[in-house]
C-alpha cells in the first residue's frame, strides 16, 4: 500500500552495495544519474540509464527465454531477491501470463524442489529447535515494522500435493506475492512465515539436501504450545497485522482457526477463502440457471478444509438467502463424501471430528457398505458436484453423464490443485455434459468448445487468489480487530456482481485474474 510514512533509502542512510543488494531499494540501471552521484553507486553501474519499460522489456526476453515454467519461476524469483520494482512491475504487466508461474500451478513443483533449487532464503524460518528464541528471531525479521500483513504456513498440507516441511515457506511468499500484485499490499510490510515443526513427508526425510527440520512432525501439546507461542507474538509486536492461514492440515487449519479467529484479525484462506470464492461462482451459476441456493442439491468430494469450508460458507448462504430454514435443514442439501464414500453414521471412527453432525447422512437410507460417489449421484441427482479431494479423474464419464441425465445444466467445479489433481479436465465434462456443464476449476485451464456453437466457454479459475487480496486490503485498511463472517460473505457477493456470466449466460462463472486490481479494489455497488 502506498504510505507516506515508508522510510526511502535515504532516510534509511543506505550507500553503495547496501542499497543495490537491498531489493526494496535496488533500481538496476535505472538509478538516474543524480542518483548515481548520491549513493555512490555511478561506478557499479553500466553506464546507460534505463527507463522502467526498458528494464520490463529486458526482463521479459530473458523470462521467455526459459523453456519451461518452473525454469520461469526460479528466474522470477531470482529478480524477487534483486529487484521489487521490476519484479512487480513485470508481473503486472503480465499479470495472465505470469500468474500461474509465480502461483498455482507452478508454485507447486517450486515448493516441492525447493531443497534442490534453495539458493536464498525469504521470509522467516521459525524452527521447532529455535522454540526458546522465537520472540528474538521474531523481532529481528520484523525490523522494528509495522507489519500490514503475515501469511504463515506449517506445510502438512500444501495445495493437493501434502506434506512439504520447510518448502512451505513457498506458499506463505506466493500468496503475499499475490495480495501485492492485486491488491497493493505493500511488500515490504508484508512478511511470508513457516512453522517447521518437522515433516512426516519420508522422501523429504530421506533427501540428504532438504534444507529443513529433519524430524517427524510436532503434534499434540508440543505443536499448540509452538503455534500458541507464534500467535501470541503476532499479538503483541504486530496488533494490527492481518494473519492469514495457509495450508495447515485440516485437523489444525480447523480448530486453530476456532482458537484464535475472536482473539485478532485472522484468516484461514483454505476454509474461509475457499468458501468465499465458490460461494461467488456458484451464485453465478444459479443465476444461469434462474435457481435459488436453497434448491440446490450439492456433492462434495474431498471433504477437507476447502470441502468443509465450501460446505459452510454455501450453507450459510442458503440461510441468508430463506431466513426460516434451520442449520440442519440447510445442511440436509449437502451430501459429503470422502476417501471412504459419503459420510454417513455407519462410518464410525473414521469420521474426522471436525465434520459436524449435521452434514453426516443417516444410515438408514444408505445401508451400511461405503456408497461411493458415482452412487451418490446415481441417487441425489444433484445440481450442483465439487472437488476437492486431490484425487485426479474422480469425476469420471460416468458420473458426469449421470449428473447430466437429471438436470439441465450441472454444475460442476473441480477444484483441486495443483492441474494434474483437477477431479476432470473441463475439456471431458463439457464433452460428457454436451456442453451444459456450468464449470469452474482451481488451477488454469483453456476455454472449450461448446459443440455445435462457434463461440468458447471460458473456465473460471475458481481460486482463492481471486478473493483473499481484496478481503485482506479491506481488513488491513479498516484495521479490523477481527475477520467477520459477514464480511467474508459481503466479499463474496461483490465478487459475483463483478461474473460475466450475471450479464450474459454464456461467459465466465468469475471474472479473470487479468483484472484482479481493480476486482480487488472495487466497491459494492
Ligand atoms: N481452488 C481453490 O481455491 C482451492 C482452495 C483450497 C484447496 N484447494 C484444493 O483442494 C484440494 C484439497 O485441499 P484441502 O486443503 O481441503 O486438503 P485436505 O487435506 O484438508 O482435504 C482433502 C480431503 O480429500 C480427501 N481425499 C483424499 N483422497 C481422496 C480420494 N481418493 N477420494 C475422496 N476423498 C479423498 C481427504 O481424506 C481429505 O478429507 C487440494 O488439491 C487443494 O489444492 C483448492
Ligand atoms: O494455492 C492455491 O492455488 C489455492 C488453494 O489455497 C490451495 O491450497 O490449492
Ligand atoms: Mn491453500
Same mark, same amino acid.
Given at each position: 500500500?502506498?504510505?507516506?510514512?515508508?522510510?526511502?533509502?535515504i532516510?534509511?542512510g543506505?550507500?553503495?552495495?547496501? /542499497?543495490?543488494? *537491498?531489493?526494496?531499494?535496488?533500481?538496476g540501471?535505472g538509478f538516474?544519474?543524480?542518483?548515481?552521484?548520491?549513493?555512490?553507486?555511478?561506478?557499479?553501474?553500466?553506464?546507460?540509464?534505463?527507463?522502467?519499460? !526498458?528494464q520490463?522489456?529486458?526482463?521479459?526476453q530473458?523470462?521467455?527465454?526459459r523453456?519451461?515454467?518452473?525454469?520461469?519461476?526460479s528466474?522470477?524469483?531470482?529478480?524477487k531477491? @534483486?529487484?521489487?520494482?521490476?519484479?512487480?512491475?513485470?508481473?503486472?504487466?503480465n499479470?495472465?501470463?505470469?500468474?500461474?508461474? $509465480?502461483?498455482?500451478?507452478t508454485?507447486?513443483?517450486?515448493?516441492a524442489?525447493?531443497?534442490?533449487?534453495?539458493r536464498?532464503?525469504?521470509?522467516?524460518?521459525?524452527?521447532?529447535?529455535?522454540?526458546?528464541?522465537?520472540?528474538?528471531?521474531?523481532l529481528?525479521?520484523?525490523?522494528?515494522?509495522?507489519l500490514?500483513?503475515?501469511v504463515?504456513?506449517?506445510?502438512?498440507?500444501?495445495?493437493? /500435493?501434502?506434506?512439504?516441511?520447510?518448502?512451505?515457506?513457498?506458499?506463505?511468499?506466493?500468496?503475499?506475492?499475490?495480495y501485492?500484485l492485486?491488491?497493493?499490499?505493500d511488500?515490504?510490510?508484508?512478511?511470508?512465515v513457516?512453522?517447521?515443526v518437522?515433516?512426516n *513427508?519420508?522422501?523429504?526425510?530421506?533427501?540428504?539436501?532438504?534444507?529443513g527440520?529433519?524430524?517427524?512432525?510436532l503434534?499434540?501439546k508440543?505443536?499448540?504450545?509452538?503455534?500458541?507461542?507464534?500467535?501470541a507474538?503476532v499479538k503483541k509486536? @504486530?496488533?494490527?497485522?492481518?494473519?492469514?492461514?495457509?495450508d495447515?492440515? $485440516?485437523?489444525n487449519?480447523?480448530?486453530?482457526?476456532?482458537?484464535?479467529r475472536?482473539?485478532?484479525?485472522?484468516?484461514n484462506?483454505d476454509i474461509?477463502g475457499?468458501?468465499a470464492v465458490?460461494?461467488?461462482?456458484?451464485?453465478?451459476?444459479i443465476?444461469?440457471?434462474?435457481s435459488?441456493?436453497e434448491?440446490?442439491?450439492?456433492v462434495?468430494?474431498?471433504s477437507g478444509s476447502?470441502g468443509?469450508?465450501?460446505?459452510?460458507?454455501?450453507r450459510?448462504?442458503?440461510k441468508?438467502?430463506?431466513?426460516?430454514?434451520?442449520?440442519?435443514?440447510?445442511?440436509?442439501?449437502?451430501?459429503?463424501?470422502?476417501?471412504y464414500?459419503?459420510?454417513?453414521?455407519?462410518?464410525?471412527?473414521?469420521?474426522?471430528? !471436525?465434520?459436524?453432525?449435521?452434514f453426516?447422512?443417516d444410515?438408514?437410507?444408505?445401508?451400511?457398505?461405503?456408497?461411493?460417489?458415482?452412487?451418490?449421484?446415481?441417487?441425489?441427482k444433484?445440481?450442483?458436484?465439487?472437488?476437492t479431494?486431490?484425487?485426479?479423474?474422480?469425476?469420471?464419464?460416468?458420473?458426469?453423464?449421470?449428473?447430466?441425465?437429471?438436470? !439441465?445444466r450441472?454444475?460442476?467445479?473441480p477444484?483441486?490443485?495443483p492441474?494434474?489433481?483437477?477431479?476432470?479436465?473441463?475439456?471431458?465434462a463439457?464433452?460428457?455434459?454436451?456442453?451444459k456443464?456450468?464449470?469452474?476449476?482451481?488451477?488454469?485451464?483453456?476455454?472449450? !468448445?461448446?459443440?455445435?456453437?462457434?463461440?468458447?466457454?471460458?473456465?473460471a479459475?475458481? *481460486?482463492?487468489?481471486l478473493?483473499?487480496?481484496?478481503?485482506g486490503?479491506?481488513?488491513?485498511?479498516?484495521r479490523a480487530k477481527?475477520?467477520?463472517?459477514?464480511?467474508i460473505?459481503?466479499?463474496a457477493?461483490?465478487?459475483?456482481?463483478l461474473?460475466?456470466?450475471m450479464?450474459?449466460?454464456?461467459?465466465?462463472?468469475?471474472?479473470e485474474?487479468?483484472?484482479?486490481?481493480s476486482?480487488?479494489?472495487?466497491?459494492?455497488?
Amino acid at each position: 500500500m502506498a504510505s507516506a510514512a515508508r522510510p526511502s533509502c535515504i532516510k534509511v542512510g543506505l550507500k553503495g552495495p547496501a /542499497i543495490l543488494n *537491498n531489493p526494496r531499494f535496488n533500481k538496476g540501471s535505472g538509478f538516474s544519474r543524480k542518483e548515481r552521484d548520491d549513493f555512490g553507486l555511478r561506478g557499479r553501474l553500466p553506464y546507460a540509464v534505463d527507463t522502467l519499460d !526498458e528494464q520490463v522489456a529486458r526482463a521479459y526476453q530473458q523470462f521467455s527465454d526459459r523453456t519451461n515454467a518452473l525454469s520461469k519461476n526460479s528466474f522470477l524469483q531470482s529478480m524477487k531477491s @534483486q529487484n521489487w520494482v521490476l519484479y512487480y512491475s513485470l508481473l503486472q504487466r503480465n499479470l495472465t501470463e505470469m500468474f500461474p508461474i $509465480v502461483y498455482t500451478p507452478t508454485e507447486a513443483d517450486a515448493i516441492a524442489q525447493y531443497s534442490h533449487l534453495f539458493r536464498r532464503s525469504e521470509g522467516l524460518y521459525l524452527s521447532a529447535p529455535h522454540i526458546d528464541t522465537m520472540e528474538e528471531d521474531f523481532l529481528d525479521a520484523c525490523e522494528g515494522r509495522k507489519l500490514d500483513l503475515i501469511v504463515v504456513s506449517d506445510a502438512e498440507a500444501i495445495l493437493g /500435493i501434502g506434506d512439504q516441511g520447510s518448502g512451505g515457506i513457498g506458499i506463505s511468499s506466493a500468496k503475499a506475492v499475490i495480495y501485492t500484485l492485486t491488491a497493493g499490499v505493500d511488500p515490504s510490510q508484508a512478511l511470508p512465515v513457516t512453522l517447521d515443526v518437522g515433516t512426516n *513427508n519420508e522422501d523429504l526425510l530421506n533427501d540428504d539436501l532438504y534444507v529443513g527440520y529433519r524430524e517427524k512432525r510436532l503434534r499434540g501439546k508440543g505443536y499448540d504450545d509452538f503455534v500458541e507461542k507464534f500467535v501470541a507474538l503476532v499479538k503483541k509486536h @504486530q496488533p494490527q497485522c492481518l494473519l492469514h492461514f495457509e495450508d495447515f492440515g $485440516v485437523s489444525n487449519a480447523q480448530r486453530l482457526l476456532a482458537k484464535y479467529r475472536d482473539q485478532h484479525s485472522i484468516f484461514n484462506d483454505d476454509i474461509q477463502g475457499t468458501g468465499a470464492v465458490t460461494l461467488a461462482a456458484l451464485q453465478a451459476a444459479i443465476s444461469v440457471t434462474k435457481s435459488k441456493i436453497e434448491d440446490q442439491r450439492i456433492v462434495i468430494f474431498g471433504s477437507g478444509s476447502a470441502g468443509l469450508g465450501i460446505a459452510r460458507q454455501l450453507r450459510d448462504a442458503m440461510k441468508l438467502s430463506s431466513s426460516s430454514l434451520s442449520d440442519d435443514e440447510a445442511s440436509r442439501n449437502f451430501w459429503l463424501v470422502d476417501k471412504y464414500g459419503l459420510i454417513k453414521k455407519s462410518l464410525g471412527d473414521k469420521i474426522r471430528e !471436525e465434520i459436524e453432525p449435521a452434514f453426516i447422512r443417516d444410515e438408514q437410507d444408505w445401508g451400511d457398505g461405503e456408497t461411493h460417489l458415482s452412487d451418490v449421484v446415481k441417487r441425489v441427482k444433484p445440481t450442483v458436484l465439487i472437488g476437492t479431494s486431490t484425487h485426479p479423474g474422480a469425476f469420471t464419464e460416468e458420473v458426469i453423464k449421470e449428473m447430466s441425465k437429471h438436470v !439441465e445444466r450441472p454444475i460442476i467445479f473441480p477444484l483441486s490443485n495443483p492441474t494434474r489433481l483437477c477431479e476432470v479436465q473441463p475439456k471431458d465434462a463439457n464433452e460428457w455434459s454436451n456442453g451444459k456443464a456450468l464449470m469452474a476449476t482451481g488451477s488454469p485451464f483453456d476455454p472449450v !468448445e461448446i459443440p455445435g456453437s462457434k463461440k468458447k466457454y471460458i473456465i473460471a479459475e475458481c *481460486n482463492n487468489a481471486l478473493i483473499y487480496p481484496g478481503l485482506g486490503l479491506g481488513t488491513i485498511l479498516s484495521r479490523a480487530k477481527v475477520m467477520t463472517d459477514k464480511m467474508i460473505v459481503a466479499g463474496a457477493k461483490r465478487l459475483s456482481e463483478l461474473a460475466p456470466a450475471m450479464k450474459d449466460p454464456a461467459e465466465a462463472l468469475l471474472p479473470e485474474f487479468g483484472g484482479m486490481y481493480s476486482i480487488s479494489f472495487s466497491n459494492p455497488s
